[in-house]
């Protein structure tokens, strides 16, 4: 970088080491030698843990944790001293480059100590750092993906065809359905939040409230307050304030709101969507943790059994578990079908720098570096560890009371798309492997790569040689392969199905989301008005090539598809760097089929006002 982020810079570092390792004096001797030429001149010290040395930053080889190691890391911690933990000698050398890396990008020891804590290279921050600089440039829009020009139609009888195509090799595979569920519930209750902090209780009144801010949202809210299904108990938690009985309607409608959103019981806006009552039974309250276990055992079980894979929060961990507690054996006893559940975090790793507006590091009150979530794109590391040959991918949020039975038949329909589309893929590949393809057979197959699955084929392919055509084709046909369902646009906020131009000209199908578009370009925001349908997230992904191998899902990602947002930090603004979307920029190298799907199968709650829906109340 031309300009340092903070004035340290030096040439001269001592890294003091600590171990009780019997090897360690050698193990100095070796990285002496190492880094005899290095630019930066290194000077080691090596100690046990009895005595502390001076040094620039520590490097502690914890082979076999206890609690004296424990204790001089705590020590270091209390007096600001710079160090990382490293559980081997061998780790040291690439420590130090790292270290060397991010020094000349001007940050401190302690910056280093927590970037390496934290499991990011320093490629990925100089990498972010650059982008804030430069931009993201917006997507190219060519064209909305419409039915038959990049979406698949899909009647009911084709699906019920697909569905037994489908049920009929279920057994042969191992299947997975994958759901992000680490989001809040923030956005849900936000109008809510709003009428706490601006309603006065005793000088205002509701109506006054509403008419003046036109809040539409809070009236549909109080006028079908009864019909949410944690209506009795908050009510009931209201009603035990002494004054309840002297509270005028008002102050009854305002402490109803404050007892959902602030009682210790309740705390909505701040509980993970997952685990929110949604929907109202005989006899229970069901939460979208519920549905989607009843959704796996409707479509996502094999020989008996489903896989259900959550992304989470870490510190919402147990409340997952006790709502899976509460109803999993009743599904199981229901169904037949037994459920294996499990869970993953977001990689720390995959966090990134936020900036101030003038892009240098934003740093919090302790001095420490601000880093945010990389957004749902990292979960793309989340789903690369899956061992599964079919995943489905479904928002959290996405359920539905009613629906199951028609959400059940879409969902086995683009799994049987998908199986069909793999066999002949695959059969391609392996032909092509064996390397008896004839030559009127190569045009079979690029015609199957442009009608069959939308594949953008150049006009001079033609002219390539055989050899060529064979080594385009692999390359165009071996990658994983998702179907996304897509609903006709109703007007949902969010991204659609569009043909894209990328940096080098080639057409693509993707999923884009509006933020990504320069909707100042007349012609772009044309484009975007003029698209028929809406993505739900609704996903069946096949992760294996025609060899049976696991692809790795990060080698088909479009790092210069992500986003640059800007929020509020102790009331500064900070700009901070989202990765690509799960299902836009980091799947943008995958063989993308769109397929519409009935609107029966999108029940989003983006709105706690989304719960008065049909698709959210029970038939009666």
Not at 90 to 113: K, M, P
Not at 218 to 247: C, M, N, Q, R, T
Not at 491 to 499: A, D, L, S, V
Request: net charge negative.
């Amino acid at each position: 970088m031309e300009e340092n982020i903070t004035k340290q810079h030096t040439t001269c570092v001592t890294i003091a080491i600590y171990s009780n390792s019997t090897t360690k004096h050698e193990w100095k001797n070796r990285l002496t030698e190492a880094f005899e030429n290095s630019t930066t001149a290194f000077t080691f010290t090596i100690s046990d843990f009895s005595n502390q040395t001076d040094g620039d930053i520590a490097v502690i080889v914890n082979n076999e944790p206890n609690n004296e190691i424990s204790r001089f890391a705590k020590n270091l911690e209390k007096q600001n001293k710079a160090f990382v933990v490293v559980n081997s000698f061998d780790r040291i050398e690439n420590l130090l480059t790292e270290l060397q890396n991010t020094l000349e990008l001007g940050f401190t020891y302690n910056d280093f100590s927590q970037i390496y804590d934290l499991g990011i290279t320093t490629a990925k921050i100089k990498s972010q750092l650059n982008t804030f600089k430069k931009g993201i440039n917006k997507v190219v829009l060519d064209r909305p993906a419409t039915i038959k020009d990049g979406i698949k139609p899909l009647d009911k009888k084709k699906a019920q065809e697909y569905a037994s195509l489908f049920d009929e090799k279920r057994n042969d595979l191992t299947l997975k359905k994958f759901i992000p569920a680490s989001g809040a519930a923030t956005r849900m209750f936000k109008f809510l939040n709003e009428f706490l902090l601006n309603f006065d209780p005793v000088n205002d009144t509701v109506n006054a409230y509403i008419n003046k801010r036109r809040d539409e949202a809070l009236k549909v809210f109080l006028i079908g307050a009864d019909k949410f299904p944690f209506f009795k108990e908050v009510l009931e938690e209201s009603k035990k304030h002494p004054e309840y009985s002297e509270w005028t309607k008002d102050e009854r409608y305002y402490n109803f709101i404050k007892t959902l959103l602030t009682n210790e019981k309740f705390d909505f806006a701040n509980k993970p969507k997952g685990i929110l009552p949604f929907h109202q039974y005989d006899g229970f309250t069901a939460t979208p943790v519920y549905e989607h276990l009843k959704e796996s055992v409707s479509y996502a079980y094999s020989n008996g059994k489903a896989h259900v894979h959550f992304t989470i929060s870490q510190e919402h961990l147990d409340g997952f578990i006790d709502c899976i507690k509460e109803v999993k054996e009743d599904i199981e006893k229901q169904s037949g079908i037994d459920i294996d559940i499990d869970f993953s975090y977001q990689h720390k790793q995959t966090d990134t720098l936020a900036v101030d507006m003038k892009n240098k590091p934003f740093r919090d009150n302790d001095g420490k570096l601000f880093f945010r979530p990389g957004g749902h794109g990292a979960l793309i590391e989340n789903l690369n560890q899956l061992q599964s040959d079919v995943v489905f991918i479904k928002n959290i949020d996405n359920v539905s009371h009613n629906n199951i039975k028609t959400i059940s038949l879409y969902k086995k329909a683009l799994a049987g798309i998908l199986l069909e589309l793999q066999e002949k893929v695959f059969g391609y590949l392996k032909k092509i492997e064996k390397g008896n393809v004839p030559a009127n057979e190569i045009d079979e197959i690029f015609d199957f790569a442009k009608n069959g699955l939308f594949l953008n084929i150049p006009p001079d392919v033609s002219k390539y040689t055989c050899e060529h055509k064979i080594e385009f084709l692999t390359e165009l046909l071996n990658r994983p392969i998702r179907i996304c369902g897509m609903v006709k646009n109703e007007g949902e906020p969010g991204g659609g199905p569009f043909w894209v131009v990328s940096k080098d000209g080639k057409l693509s199908l993707q999923i884009v989301e509006s933020s990504q578009i320069d909707l100042e370009n007349k012609s772009q925001n044309e484009i975007f008005s003029n698209s028929t349908h809406f993505n739900p997230v609704d996903l069946v992904c096949g992760l294996k090539n025609y060899q049976g191998e696991y692809f790795d899902l990060r080698e088909y990602t479009d790092p210069d598809t992500g986003f640059i947002v800007t929020k509020n930090r102790m009331g500064h603004d900070v700009k901070s760097y989202e990765l690509p979307g799960l299902w836009n920029g980091a799947m943008a190298g995958w063989i993308t089929v769109f397929t519409e799907v009935p609107l029966d199968t999108f029940n989003p709650v983006k709105n706690v006002n989304d719960l008065l829906k049909a698709s959210h109340q029970p038939n009666h």
